[in-house]
């Protein structure tokens, strides 16, 4: 039997639904509209579509949006002095540095400088910590967006074993993280993959929940999978495929085809976590113009 498709951009519709709702009866009793800043250096095009698609999603829920963008040649220096401007900015409630940067700008670095309280993305050392220790924090967006997916779909986590395939700082680390923590989506028992990791398919095939990330198209294939396992397919791909319009199409860190005969559940690719990213990343923003109201009524304490 088929696997059953999780459509993330239905789910993320509904949560744009709900911040878009939350945003005007707020912008009602403040007379201010959440701002998300959002920072591009380079051309490179699929960092060019990606903030093309948050600020459409900053307008579909009625932020204000401000986009700033520098050349591949833009130094350090220039970076930082903009998200420091941003910083500044009472207009600004979010910050998003769109990752990679060029060559010879150290992403750490601009990343630490970001206002932990405007860190809407949640990469910073400051919400990375809240999050391990569970102190309230800005969470990643890719991996909330997952957790939201998976209590969405009604797929129990609690006593599971979720493996994660991929240890990155934006996806891998935080979804083990979130997926082991007591908290619904959590409780699960986590093993983390990676390319340092031997008999890969040993570890995926007694996954209950499989998450991958590994940032290489089809690198898990349905022999790789438990029967009735619900995959969770983060990687967004660029293949050569004459018979497209542009050339290319976008296919997953799982091979979709021979996965559907085997998984129990399965996010598709284009339309699974990242429409799930933006809208998560709609409510962290609409979340830090509220704490930043709530800060200004308390006289900037706290």
């Not at 009866?25 to 920072?39: D, N, Q, S």
């Not at 998003?96 to 010879?104: A, E, F, S």
């Not at 990676?194 to 890969?200: A, E, M």
């Not at 995926?204 to 349905?222: E, F, K, N, S």
Request: charged share 20%; with cysteine; glycine share 12%.
């Amino acid at each position: 039997m088929a696997a059953l498709i999780l459509d993330g951009k239905r789910l993320a519709a509904r949560l744009n639904e709900q911040t878009a709702a939350a945003a005007r009866e707020w912008a009602e009793h403040t007379a201010c509209r959440p701002g998300l800043g959002v920072v591009l250096v380079g051309d490179d095009p699929a960092s060019v579509s990606y903030v093309t698609a948050k600020e459409r999603a900053c307008a579909a829920v009625g932020f204000h949006s401000g986009e700033h963008r520098l050349p591949a040649s833009a130094s350090q220096q220039e970076v930082l002095a903009v998200v420091r401007r941003l910083n500044d900015d009472p207009a600004i409630h979010g910050i998003l540095v769109q990752l990679p940067l060029p060559k010879g700008i150290d992403e750490q670095t601009v990343v630490e400088a970001i206002d932990p309280g405007k860190d809407v993305d949640g990469f910073t050392p400051v919400n990375v910590g809240r999050m391990m220790i569970g102190q309230p924090c800005f969470l990643p967006c890719t991996p909330h967006g997952i957790i939201r997916l998976l209590i969405d779909s009604g797929i129990e986590t609690a006593g599971r074993h979720a493996v994660v395939v991929g240890r990155s700082n934006i996806v891998g680390k935080p979804v083990a993280h979130l997926l082991m923590r007591k908290a619904p989506g959590g409780n699960a028992t986590v093993t983390v993959c990676h390319t340092g990791t031997r008999g890969l398919a040993g570890f995926t095939r007694q996954a209950d929940i499989l998450v991958v990330a590994a940032g290489r198209p089809r690198t898990v294939t349905g022999e790789m999978i438990k029967p009735g396992a619900a995959v969770i397919d983060v990687g967004v791909n660029r293949v050569a495929d004459a018979s497209a319009p542009r050339g290319y199409r976008l296919v997953g860190d799982v091979d979709f085809d021979s996965a559907c005969g085997v998984a129990g559940w399965i996010t598709p690719v284009p339309g699974g976590v990242g429409p799930l990213t933006i809208a998560m990343l709609m409510r962290n923003t609409l979340e830090a113009a509220q704490r930043a109201a709530a800060r200004d009524s308390r006289g900037g304490k706290g």
